[in-house]
């Protein structure tokens, strides 16, 4: 019976030790594991999405500035490239001395014109008008034949300034409705700003013009009296040379 119970009880203890080792290496097998915290896996993730977020807004950004950048040259290149073609022709057909300055300069010249003494300033267009109007060519160089032929110059020569300045006019303005046409088709400011400014040139030279225009009036109204003063002047030194030949006669007789 003792024997028995021995045996059982060493059984018991074999067993439970048995039992031990397998429970300490069960143990052991799963400290050998990696640990995986749940938390820390979380937030990395967040963090790389954040990361790629960030990323694609930085892409956006470069994109929007790359065109800013090329909106801005194109501002750039449209305020600062030469005039067009178009304005450059215009330039070189109109910057002449014939459509600009159409009178001649100083009254020293422009007077003898306007008084008919000498056509010369106006080439061969006074002395044309001067001979289309002329239906008779005094043969005699008293007064009177003298102030009919500078009556007719002076006629001749404001119909040759009136015609250039016409001529003129007329080109400024089909150079502005030109321009007006180009407005229509400008790519940019810079060519908007050109042709406005070249128009404004044009109408400042046709606006200078009318008032050579205006001058050249005046002048020949002041001729036209001039020469009824001479007239008024020579019946009178008539008169009086009539008047001294009566004196002259009852003093001697």
């Not at 119970?5 to 018991?12: F, K, Q």
């Not at 009824?228 to 009566?246: F, G, P, S």
Request: glycine share 6%; no cysteine; net charge negative.
């Amino acid at each position: 019976m003792m024997m028995g119970r021995r045996e059982e009880t060493m059984r018991s203890i074999l067993v439970a030790g048995f039992g031990a080792v397998a429970l300490f290496a069960s143990s052991a097998a799963h400290a050998e594991l990696p640990v995986i915290d749940g938390a820390n896996l979380v937030n990395t993730a967040k963090t790389v999405v954040q990361g790629a977020q960030q990323i694609s807004q930085l892409a956006q950004q470069l994109e929007s500035m790359k065109q800013q950048l090329a909106t801005a040259q194109q501002t750039y290149e449209s305020l600062t490239h030469a005039p067009t073609g178009a304005l450059g022709s215009f330039s070189s057909q109109f910057n002449v001395t014939a459509l600009r300055n159409v009178l001649p300069q100083g009254a020293t010249t422009l007077g003898p014109v306007l008084n008919g003494t000498n056509l010369g300033a106006m080439g061969s267009m006074g002395q044309q008008y001067a001979n289309q109007n002329r239906i008779y060519q005094p043969q005699a160089n008293d007064f009177a034949a003298q102030q009919m032929t500078t009556n007719a110059n002076s006629i001749a020569g404001v119909q040759a300034l009136a015609n250039q300045l016409f001529f003129s006019a007329s080109q400024h303005i089909n150079v502005i409705q030109s321009l007006e046409g180009e407005l229509t088709t400008a790519p940019d400011t810079k060519t908007v700003g050109d042709i406005q400014a070249r128009m404004a040139t044009e109408q400042t030279y046709i606006a200078a013009q009318q008032v050579q225009a205006q001058s050249v009036q005046t002048w020949q109204a002041a001729q036209v009296r001039n020469v009824e003063e001479q007239n008024t002047e020579a019946q009178r030194q008539n008169i009086d040379d009539v008047l001294a030949q009566d004196a002259s006669s009852s003093n001697g007789s």
